[in-house]
């Protein structure tokens, strides 16, 4: 690439060929709808698209067209979907089966946020459970999906989380005399447990740190605020919290420490990766966790999928 295309820093020098980069996502939430037609990609579009970003479409843009020609060993993750349904992927599918020799996706990639409105794509009010959503049966579907027709590719679910800010539509709140922040701990370490007895390979929780968008502070608007997704100017860049800004002390997960430890484990909460010799539920149970397995528990109301007995649904 010549220099002129480069966009660095006065203090920074051309580097290239460093090994520092494996997997790259070519676009993030193709499927937003939200933005206008200028943003929305059709599947036929994202999977042409990715054809040229991957190998110059098998070569026909040139040598030096794609991500394989300037790294053989460099693997592409497909864009983070903001609506996790089966539909998109399979016409991106269709397009590589008709157009190409095979699918260029080292992994396929999802986003979804467990609420009353059933995801970004719904009209939520508040955060809801793992199990009241039906998490693992959504990414059950998904990980079928994959085994039957793309068994080369890993499932990965990149955005995921809860808020717990009272303005957030992506709240967890507080139940059975639960703080919102020991919700939303228990609600993110069951999401990483459900969804790895789905059959996913990797899930990264959206997101770790505090952040207010800017005109939060005093009670504006806010996009990222609490380690979740919330209600707010979708194209606020968010910033990091600093002292006076409205914003609690942020959540902690620690699960159950084992026998003999002096306190309570934190949780790995950057990446949590399932697949290997422990992957699934038994996977989980030699690491002293044992995933829920639904079934018992009152129903949430209006709602016939169990809850976690631990939690009691907001009125």
Request: proline residues 6%; charged residues 25%.
């Amino acid at each position: 690439m010549a220099d002129g295309l480069l966009k660095l820093r006065v203090n920074q020098g051309r580097e290239s060929g460093l090994g520092l980069l494996t997997y790259l996502e070519n676009w993030n939430e193709q499927d937003k709808w939200w933005a206008g037609r200028e943003s929305f990609f059709r599947p036929f579009e994202y999977a042409a698209m990715t054809s040229a970003d991957w190998d110059g479409h098998e070569g026909a843009l040139g040598p030096t067209v794609g991500i394989r020609n300037a790294d053989p060993a460099a693997r592409l993750v497909m864009g983070g979907v903001a609506v996790a349904e089966l539909d998109y992927l399979r016409a991106v599918k269709l397009w590589f089966d008709w157009h190409r020799q095979d699918t260029p996706f080292a992994a396929i990639n999802l986003h979804h946020y467990c609420n009353d409105g059933g995801g970004q794509a719904g009209k939520p009010t508040v955060g809801i459970s793992p199990e009241a959503d039906g998490l693992k049966a959504r990414f059950a579907a998904f990980a079928d999906y994959r085994n039957r027709y793309l068994r080369d590719s890993e499932l990965w679910v990149t955005e995921f989380g809860w808020d717990v800010d009272a303005r957030s539509v992506q709240r967890a709140p507080a139940l059975a005399g639960a703080s919102a922040e020991e919700i939303q701990g228990r609600w993110i370490a069951r999401a990483w447990l459900e969804l790895a007895a789905a059959g996913a390979d990797r899930a990264h929780q959206f997101m770790m740190r505090d952040v207010v968008a800017p005109g939060a502070k005093g009670g504006g608007e806010v996009q990222h605020f609490r380690a979740g997704r919330a209600e707010g100017r979708l194209d606020a860049a968010p910033r990091v919290v600093l002292p006076g800004d409205v914003a609690p002390a942020p959540a902690r997960l620690a699960f159950p420490r084992r026998a003999g430890a002096g306190g309570s484990r934190p949780a790995r909460v950057s990446l949590c990766r399932f697949r290997g010799p422990d992957a699934g539920p038994r996977g989980l149970e030699r690491h002293g966790h044992r995933a829920h397995r639904g079934g018992g528990g009152a129903a949430v109301a209006g709602r016939d999928k169990p809850r976690h007995p631990c939690d009691t649904h907001p009125r």
